[in-house]
């Protein structure tokens, strides 16, 4: 058997150990699983990628069992103690490049940008891949996801210009001189912990809780947000936040309330349902709630 011979046999074998999983694109899944180990011998290749094949089949997504996910153009890396980013999320990414370069010119020369409850590092490495001219500082509650994500700030030669701490919201970063930004991100946990107890009870199977629960209702973190994050802005800058299906409402309401914004803008998906709130900081603090 040649190579060629034996690569299309080992193809069908692991599309056939992906279809038994109920994967729902075996052969798209099975190529990225293959093209993981064509650097090795054929012995070599078939064991690593029958593995992976049988993991994936078990139920474990395909991120984990590559280690990595691109998001924005970039290549994450990402393990069990941090979410997976997700497609959709490249949304809240490209906003704030948008609105980087619209402040700051294409090359986004002296842009600040904070990414909050940075899991991986995926917006926080985007955007300033992006963004050639932007300074990043990035943090999470979990140490795990800050040396995670500094790894891939490194790896993608962008280490000189993302900073990242770790713990609760922006306790750490107020120490590291991050202020005055011109647009904060956030992909908060916003489902509620009912839910998760419930019909988004699967989300919980393979990834960390401490990225999806939101709290009672899912708004915790945003309320908290919507305020400490005024004080890292300039005036005319943006706070993006990416929303829950079915949050908008509530998230303008708070955004509001807190008298920090002078303008409130939704963002819809390619399906017409808002999932990023833009919100502008306002030339004076007006007090909130
Ligand atoms: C939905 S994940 C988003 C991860 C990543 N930014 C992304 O877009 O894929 C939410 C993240 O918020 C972090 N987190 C939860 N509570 C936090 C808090 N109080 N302060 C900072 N980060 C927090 C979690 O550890 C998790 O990594």
């Keep these: 058997m040649d190579i060629t011979e034996g690569e299309g046999a080992l193809s069908t074998e692991i599309r056939n150990i992906l279809m038994s999983g109920g994967v729902d694109d075996p052969v798209g899944e099975s190529e990225r699983i293959l093209a993981e180990s064509r650097d090795l011998e054929l012995t ?11 993991s994936r089949a078990s139920g474990i997504p395909l991120g984990y069992v590559l280690g990595r996910q691109r998001f924005m153009g970039v290549e994450i890396e ?3 103690g941090v979410l997976i980013p997700r497609s959709e999320t ?12 619209e402040a700051r010119g294409g090359h986004g020369l002296g842009a600040r940008v904070i990414d909050m409850c940075c899991g991986s590092g995926n917006l926080a490495c985007g955007i300033a ?6 300074e990043v500082w990035a943090s999470d509650l979990m140490e795990d996801c800050a040396v995670l994500a ?4 490194k790896r993608l030669g962008l280490g000189g210009r993302i900073h990242i701490a770790s713990g609760d919201l922006f306790k750490p970063l107020a120490a590291m001189g991050a202020s005055g930004c011109d647009v904060i991100v956030c992909n908060p946990p916003y489902i509620s912990s009912h839910r998760l107890t419930r019909d988004r009870q699967d989300l919980l199977n393979h990834e960390p809780r401490q990225a999806f629960d939101g709290g009672p209702y899912g708004l915790s973190i945003y309320q908290r947000l919507v305020h400490d994050a005024a004080s890292f802005l300039v005036t005319g800058g943006w706070l993006l936040l990416e929303l829950g299906v079915g949050q908008a409402s509530s998230l303008e309401l708070l955004l509001q309330r807190s008298g920090y914004y002078d303008r409130i803008e939704l963002v819809p998906d390619p399906q017409g349902e808002p999932r990023v709130a833009a919100a502008r900081r306002g030339p004076a603090i007006t007090g909130g709630h």
Excluded: I
């Design 44 to 54: 070599d290749m078939r064991e690593k990628a029958v593995s992976m094949a049988r």
């Design 78 to 80: 990402v393990n069990p």
């Design 90 to 101: 490249e949304l809240l990414g490209w906003e704030a490049v948008a609105r980087l370069r």
């Design 129 to 134: 891949h992006a963004v050639p001219g932007a």
């Design 150 to 153: 500094m790894r891939n700030a």
